[in-house]
């Protein structure tokens, strides 16, 4: 009986254990299809690419939004923020910029304000394109 219940512990702890994200290689790793030919990808730190070969934003990607127009993007490292604005349509690149400039660049270009940056894990489950 001891050995039922002893069984029966470990394969529920390792259930368990399974769906974290936390735990072991691989197990949060995503990929994304956003606007155009942009992707955001996540293995260890998430990156944005384009056409599957061009990394645009090189890692730790902390913020994304996007429309079919543009893709934002909140970049963190070493303890310093930048900030992204990939110009879908006319596939230009701004950043990496400060958040003052990122906030001058939205008004200029006439950004949806509706547009927030939210953690990419957000969109770890999400099957299709679907803009924010």
């Known amino acids: 009986m001891r050995k039922h219940v002893l ?15 936390y735990f072991g290689p691989g197990m949060s790793d995503f990929n994304y299809e956003l606007s155009g030919n942009y992707h955001l990808y996540k293995a260890g ?5 384009m ?3 061009n990394e ?6 902390t ?12 970049q963190t ?10 110009d ?4 230009k690149i701004y950043g990496p910029i400060k958040e003052k400039d990122f906030n001058e660049k939205r008004k200029e270009l006439k950004i949806n304000t509706k547009l927030k940056l939210e953690n990419p894990k ?7 394109h679907s803009p924010n």
């Open 51 to 53: 056409n599957n070969d």
């Open 45 to 49: 730190e998430a990156r944005i690419w």
């Open 88 to 91: 879908v349509k006319n596939n």
């Open 122 to 128: 957000k969109y770890k489950s999400l099957e299709k």
């Open 7 to 21: 069984l029966i512990g470990i394969i529920i702890l390792s259930c368990i254990l399974y769906g974290c994200d």
């Open 63 to 74: 913020g994304i939004a996007w429309d079919e127009d543009f893709i934002l993007a909140e």
């Open 56 to 61: 645009i934003v090189e890692g730790n990607v």
């Open 77 to 86: 490292k070493d303890d310093n923020k930048s900030y992204w604005i990939i």
